[in-house]
């Protein structure tokens, strides 16, 4: 899939089901959420649990840290792409963001925003890397998001602790292009 497919995708789908689990998976397949952030796995079921995705014909992002077996490196990043084909990877880690880059594979970048410091760490790191997206946790903090969304030029995505209407439109006035939340009520926002 190409990366201009992706950022349409997102663009045009404002809230990412979140899910940690195969009974959250199977609720996010049945919402009308167009692309889940897959936040767990194993090598025993990602294979599958993706493919079941791709089924409902939605789009999924595979959380690079949270998978269980795999080891946080390019080996097992080139693995994924190639054998389990999400729509892309999300990550922490700037080593696994350069490599997906190289690899062309679509990467969500995650930043945790803790302080004034972590902002600009964040901002810096995201021009040196250059995601091909970026998800700021907590989402629920419209003057982070605004900060952010003046310095870099890639999709924002919020994250983390949106569990209301209300905070979904202020990350989006904010300049989020979606959100990501786990929380089910939301999905049908």
Known sequence: MRKKDIYEILADN???????????????????CEVIFM????????????????????????????IKGFANDAYSLKYIQEEIKPSG???????????AKELNCFVVQRLFILDSKSIQAGIISINQVTPDAVEIMPGVVPKITREISKTVKVPIITGGLIESKNEIIESLDAGATCISTSCEKIWYS
Do not use: C, M, W
């Not at 294979?47 to 595979?62: A, E, G, P, S, T």
């Open 14 to 32: 404002p809230i990412i089901a979140a899910v940690s689990d195969r009974e959250k998976l199977d609720h996010a397949l049945a919402s009308p």
């Open 39 to 66: 936040l767990y796995g194993d090598i025993f079921n990602l294979k599958k649990d993706v493919q079941d995705v791709i089924d409902k014909n939605k789009y999924v992002f595979v959380h690079l840290d949270l």
């Open 89 to 99: 990877v999300v990550t922490t880690k700037t080593s696994l963001v350069k490599k």
